[in-house]
C-alpha cells in the first residue's frame, strides 16, 4: 500500500541551526501538507503546497520556515534557525485531490537543544 | 470560534470491552468529520470521515461513529477493543468539501488497553 514516508524519524539539533525534515508523498499526489504537534498539544497545520507553491500557510509558519519540491518526489520542511520552541513532531501529508482524504507519514521527532 | 474537544484525555479499557471516545466540535458551517488513529512510532491513519448521509459511519478496523448535529458531537466507537487499539485518537474538523489546510484537530485521547 503506498505510504507517506519521512526522514529523518528523530532529529536533534542545537538552538540556531538549520534543519531539514524530508517527505516522500505518495507518488500520484498533488497536494502536500506540513503539521506539527507540540508535545501534549494539537496537531496544528503549518503549510499547504499544490503546483509548486505555498497555497496556505498559518501563523506558526513564519519567515524561519520554508518549503521545497525540489525534485519529483521529496517534499521538504526548512527551519532556518530553529528555536527551543520548535521543538515537536512534524508530520507530513499528501492528498490525491486536495479534499477527500490526507495521508499522513509517521512523523519526524525534532528536539531543539 | 471553531474548536474540536476531546474531555477524555486518556482511558483505559479491559481487552474485549466496549469503547467510546467522545469528541464535540463548535463549526459555523456543514463539518466535514474526521476520526485519526496514531499508533506508537506511526503517523496519522484515517479511521473514518463524514460529511453526508447516514449519521452513522463505518470505518476501518471494526471502528464506528454517530454524527449528531443537536449535539455537535461524533463519537467513536467500538464494540470490543483489541490489544492492538491502544493509541493515540484524534477527532478533527473541517468545511464541507474540505481542503486540509482548513481541518482543526482536537487535543487527542490516549486509550490504553488492558488485558
Known amino acids: 500500500e503506498p505510504e507517506v514516508t519521512q526522514t529523518p524519524s528523530h532529529q536533534v539539533t542545537q538552538m540556531g541551526q538549520e534543519v531539514i525534515l524530508r517527505c516522500v508523498p505518495i507518488s500520484n499526489h498533488l497536494y502536500f501538507y506540513w503539521y506539527r504537534q507540540i508535545l501534549g498539544q494539537k496537531v496544528e497545520f503549518l503549510v499547504s503546497?499544490?503546483?509548486?507553491?505555498?497555497?496556505?500557510k498559518s501563523e506558526i509558519f513564519d519567515d524561519q520556515f520554508s518549503v521545497e519540491r525540489p525534485d519529483g518526489s521529496n517534499f521538504t520542511l526548512k527551519i532556518r534557525s530553529t528555536k527551543l520552541e520548535d521543538s515537536a513532531m512534524y508530520f507530513c501529508?499528501?492528498?490525491?485531490?486536495?479534499?477527500?482524504?490526507?495521508?499522513f507519514g509517521q512523523g519526524t521527532r525534532l528536539t531543539v537543544v | 470560534a471553531q474548536s474540536v474537544t476531546q474531555p477524555d484525555i486518556h482511558i483505559t479499557v479491559s481487552e474485549g470491552a466496549s469503547l467510546e471516545l467522545r469528541c464535540n466540535y463548535s463549526?459555523?458551517?456543514?463539518?466535514?468529520l474526521f476520526w485519526y488513529v496514531q499508533s506508537p512510532g506511526q503517523g496519522l491513519q484515517l479511521l473514518l470521515k463524514?460529511?453526508?448521509?447516514?449519521?452513522l459511519v463505518q470505518g476501518i478496523k471494526g471502528f464506528e461513529a454517530e454524527f449528531k448535529r443537536s449535539q455537535s458531537s461524533f463519537n467513536l466507537r467500538k464494540p470490543s477493543v483489541h490489544w492492538s487499539d491502544a493509541a493515540e485518537y484524534f477527532c478533527?474538523?473541517?468545511?464541507?468539501?474540505?481542503?486540509?489546510?482548513?481541518?482543526?484537530f482536537g487535543p487527542g485521547t490516549s486509550l490504553s488497553v488492558i488485558p
Open positions: 478533527a474538523v473541517g468545511p464541507w468539501g474540505t481542503s486540509y489546510d482548513k481541518v482543526i
Open positions: 501529508a499528501s492528498s490525491e485531490d486536495g479534499g477527500t482524504e490526507a495521508f
Open positions: 463524514y460529511f453526508s448521509g447516514d449519521t
Open positions: 463549526y459555523g458551517a456543514t463539518p466535514y
Open positions: 503546497f499544490y503546483n509548486n507553491e505555498i497555497s496556505e
